[in-house]
């Protein structure tokens, strides 16, 4: 059984700094792409930053590009997420997800929520001003 799940979250004022962590399970952690993906108030879920460790691809949306770093500790079978000079509109409830798709590559599958085999349940972020 596959489980993700995502702690790190919190309230943090703008400029600051929070690492999500994303655990997951029940499966080989090298044969996945993962994501993190965000949904603010009112909006649609939406890629964060992707990654595949097997060929060492990343994918980072425009809005957080030299801000947020995804890496990953495959012995522990865990994803982060830092996320640096964090602003208001960072806000949103913050989603690991993981797919075994292999021949699209990570900005595609940032790009498709659909495309996604299992998701955690999310992680708070609120970034105040």
């Known amino acids: 059984e596959v489980q993700l799940v995502e702690s790190g979250g919190g309230l943090v004022q703008a400029g600051g700094s929070l690492r999500l962590s994303c655990a997951a399970s029940g499966f080989t952690f090298d044969d996945y792409a993962i994501g993190w993906f965000r949904q603010a108030p009112g909006k649609e879920r939406e890629g964060v930053s992707c990654?595949?460790?097997?060929?060492?691809?990343?994918y980072y949306a425009d809005s957080v590009k030299g801000r947020f770093t995804i890496s990953s500790d495959n012995a522990k079978n865990t994803v982060y997420l830092q996320m640096n000079s964090l602003k208001p509109e960072d806000t949103a409830v913050y989603y690991c997800?993981?797919?075994?798709?292999?021949?699209?590559?990570?900005?595609?599958?940032?790009?498709?929520?659909?495309?996604?085999?299992?998701w955690g349940k999310g992680t708070l972020v609120t970034v105040s001003s």
């Open positions: 997800a993981v797919t075994t798709r292999d021949r699209e590559g990570v900005g595609f599958l940032c790009h498709w929520i659909e495309g996604m085999d299992y």
């Open positions: 990654a595949r460790s097997s060929d060492n691809s990343t």
